[in-house]
């Protein structure tokens, strides 16, 4: 026995002693010196307390290159998954359970438009951004030949290829395609319209309602230039991409007249899935002439937000509408054409390869028309409504993308005029880029190709392909789009809300949001003119919504309190909620869950299960809450298959005894136990995570959060009948600058700025997160090598 308790310490010792080796092996270095392929001179990289890379090279070469590399290490998995999204390899990598999600992208086309996109990249000849870019995929492509991979790709059994420019335009292509409401709204309202009539439609936020909050316009002659019109079942996919969906955000810019410091102050948090590692990595550059410290998407050189000394750039989404779809009428003499007015097109198509893990390669068919691919074989929600074929018409995949061109020229820009050039590159996804310098302007723009449509035409419900007048009809140019330089206002801000009408007086159509941040948000800040840093956390914190306490104390009006009177105190309780969400709060707790009940008995009836799921996911909701709830003539009341008619207060109160029957179940009988922070469940999934146990290893759980639907510090979540909401996205980061000192920039990110799962920086950052506390955005050489907590040097290869 002995000599067994013995061999079995022994054995458990060595297993230990395997573990921590094998631990020390997978964690990155963050000291030392590293030979690099191409490198033509040295180059420091100093890492701060929280894992940010701070590179110094003496050419833009070197500096891209050891970016590449240093990227590579921390976030080579992150960087694999995306790719494969955008490139509709996904099955090759992960199996079987993915060759549908590789369908419907190689259907919807990006994996074809990063080809076309790469070409034409490549075809600008020896371009500075090309250049940065090339440097950048050597240094990954170095990191991948060292074979010191990431643990996932030993779990998986695999390796990675070669890192390429099609790679990079895939991943870019993936983030369009995250934008791209269409495909979850578009199919939804087109079965409203067809199985219920425009009375059900009316009831609706279906486009933006005159109470929705606008985004001021403020057009300057100074930048004119000449620019001439032109011609030219998806939830439950989603659902298994391995990559974050981006999703909304906040920003807003501040003239010197509103701040303490006389400087323009920035502020920017993107809102975008949570996910382990979060989607931005962090990265400072140096190099003779330039100086930027920006925020990276994996794969991609360039940071889409971040700042030098005298700029700084940010974004969050437009939301407009760029996607159609064309239901097509055959010509009966050949099924393989399409009949446009008088006119007959032929449909083409092309045969597309999946090559699937541990089977054989599956080889399918794309058909397309004149208006783009025929989506009813990849989308149940299509094939559902029509026999016909339905084409997507999608302005991203209309012409190659040169994103990385307009990124590269924003993160170099010396003027605001330059900025507004880059943005004119960005023809989808519809992004707003903030902007404010040192000089102290400040603006924004709207950068979209926007198309110009019919009148005949509603852009959210299935077009008659067959219509001459339907036809798209060229585009606006980017001088009409949206944008403020400058206002008198002393701020631009944006919050995914509708733009005011363009300078030709045309209101573009979208999946906006209602606004209610961006009015928080305006308000707010044309309250005060000493704004700081310090000062204006409150704001990006803030987790109050005004409406939804409008809306409670409208339900409230239609309650019969004689049937709740053993609920009296919760339901005066709910008559003060001011629409903040906190922790120990117990109005959320039953306000969401009678929305939820509410909805569901109006809708389900005439939706079904499934659609009335997909209509709680869409920006429709949120935003038509209180005009659905509000609306005197709203046939969705009325149940299906009744004798009565059923009112508006019989669905509110059934809805309560519902809500408060099911909570006293969860929580407890005392409505004070009603906690919110008992209904919120915070974590950051790794796409190795859904199964387990390697949920906890790699997914990252956080505290508690102030979850919440379109207050400011958005901490969004699906409603559901569970009553436990999990929360799936919100600021991907916080970012507050002010130009009176831009090295005391501050940020923060959800988890960490590493992916590497052994890193001590793979999620640092959680606690700062869920606290409200931020971190400095280090740029000052001395203070950085003084706190450098390690460094790297970076050799040119003998």
């Keep these: ?67 590449g590399y240093i990227h590579a290490r921390e976030r080579l998995f ?18 079987p359970d993915l060759v549908d999600i590789d369908k419907f992208f190689h259907t919807l086309g990006i994996p074809k438009h990063a080809k076309e996109s790469a070409a034409a990249f490549v075809n600008q000849g020896e371009t500075s951004w090309k250049k940065a870019a090339d440097s950048y995929i050597a240094g990954v492509n170095a990191f991948i030949l060292e074979d010191q991979l990431p643990v996932e790709y030993l779990l998986l059994g695999e390796k990675p290829r070669p890192y390429t420019v099609e790679d990079m335009h895939s991943i870019i292509g993936y983030m369009s395609f995250t934008f791209a409401m269409a495909l979850k709204t578009d199919p939804l309202v087109t079965k409203m319209a067809r199985e219920l009539g425009s009375e059900y439609l009316k009831a609706l936020s279906v486009q933006t309602l005159p ?17 001439l019109l032109v011609s030219s079942q998806l939830s439950e996919l989603l659902e298994k991409l391995p990559a974050p969906i981006l999703q909304g955000s906040n920003s807003w810019v501040i003239s010197g007249s509103r701040t303490k410091s006389g400087k323009v102050l920035f502020a920017n948090d993107t809102h975008i899935g949570f996910a382990a590692p979060s989607v931005w990595f962090e990265a400072h550059l140096e190099y003779p002439g330039f100086s930027f410290y920006g925020n990276h998407l994996a794969g991609v050189p360039f940071g889409l937000v971040g700042h030098s000394r005298r700029h700084s750039v940010g974004l969050t989404m437009f939301e407009n509408d760029d996607q159609d779809f064309f239901q097509e009428k055959l010509n009966p003499a050949n099924p393989n054409e399409i009949v446009i007015g008088d006119s007959i097109f032929p449909i083409t198509s092309r045969k597309e390869i999946i090559q699937v893990k541990g089977q054989a390669s599956i080889e399918f068919e794309v058909r397309e028309t004149v208006h783009g691919p025929i989506m009813n ?80 035409v509603h852009s959210k419900i299935f077009v008659d392909g067959s219509d001459p007048e339907s036809q798209p009809k060229g585009w606006y140019p980017f001088t009409e789009n949206p944008q403020s330089i400058n206002p008198s206002s002393g701020f631009v801000a944006s919050a995914n809300n509708q733009p005011d009408s363009s300078r030709n007086g045309h209101f573009f159509p979208g999946y906006y949001y209602p606004g209610e941040r961006w009015n928080r948000i305006s308000k707010t800040i044309t309250s005060k003119e000493d704004w700081d840093t310090e000062n204006i956390r409150s704001l990006q914190l803030e987790s109050i919504n005004e409406t939804y306490p409008k809306l409670i104390q409208f339900l409230l009006e239609e309650v019969r309190r004689d049937d709740f009177q053993d609920w009296n105190s919760a339901l005066e309780m709910l008559t003060k909620w001011t629409g903040e969400h906190q922790l120990n709060m117990r109005s959320p707790t039953i306000f969401y869950k009678w929305l939820y009940h509410t909805l569901r008995l109006s809708m389900e009836d005439e939706l079904g299960k499934d659609a009335f799921k997909a209509y709680l996911e869409t920006f429709m909701m949120v935003r038509s809450n209180s005009h659905f709830i509000t609306f005197e003539n709203n046939p969705w009341w009325d149940k299906k298959g009744t004798d009565a008619i059923e009112s508006r207060a019989d669905i509110i109160n059934e809805a309560l005894k519902i809500t408060l029957e099911e909570l006293s179940s969860q929580f407890g009988k005392n409505y004070e136990e009603w906690e919110w922070k008992k ?120």
């Design 377 to 456: 074989p990849v989308s149940k929600e299509i094939s559902a409504l029509t026999n016909n074929p339905v084409s997507s018409w999608w302005v991203f995949t209309q012409e190659p993308s040169k994103a990385l061109e307009a990124i590269y020229r924003m993160n170099h820009a010396q003027s605001l005029q330059e900025i507004a050039d880059a943005a004119s590159l960005i023809h989808a996804p519809g992004l707003n880029i903030m902007y404010g310098d040192a000089e102290g302007n400040i603006a924004w723009w709207a950068a979209a190709k926007l198309p110009i449509r019919s009148d005949k």
């Design 679 to 798: 209904a919120v469940v915070f974590e950051h999934p790794h796409p190795l995570g859904s199964q387990k146990p390697l949920d906890k290893i790699f997914n990252v759980k956080s505290d508690p959060v102030e979850a919440n639907e379109e207050a400011v510090n958005k901490l969004a979540f699906d409603l559901n009948g569970e009553g436990i909401y999990k929360v799936t996205s919100g600021p991907a980061m916080r970012i507050l600058l002010d130009f009176g000192n831009v090295e005391e920039s501050i940020s923060v990110l959800p988890t960490g700025n590493s992916g590497n799962r052994f890193s001590k920086h793979y999620a640092d950052q959680k606690e700062l997160f869920t606290k409200g506390k931020y971190r400095s955005q280090l740029m000052n050489e001395q203070e950085i090598k003084e706190k450098a907590k390690g460094k790297i040097t970076l050799l040119p290869k003998p």
């Design 1 to 67: 026995m002995k000599k067994l308790l013995s061999f079995l310490g022994i054995l458990i010792f060595l297993l230990i002693l395997g573990l921590l080796g094998f631990v020390f092996w997978q964690s990155p270095k963050y000291q030392g010196e590293i030979t690099l392929e191409g490198l033509s001179q040295p180059a420091d990289i100093h890492f701060d307390k929280y894992g940010i890379p701070h590179i110094y090279a003496q050419s833009e070469d070197d500096a891209y290159r050891a970016l």
């Design 78 to 95: 992150q960087l694999e998954m995306m790719r494969r999204v955008g490139s509709g390899t996904l099955a090759e990598f992960l199996g």
């Design 211 to 227: 109470e929705h909050h606008f985004i001021p316009v403020n057009y300057p002659d100074s930048l004119l230039k000449e620019n």
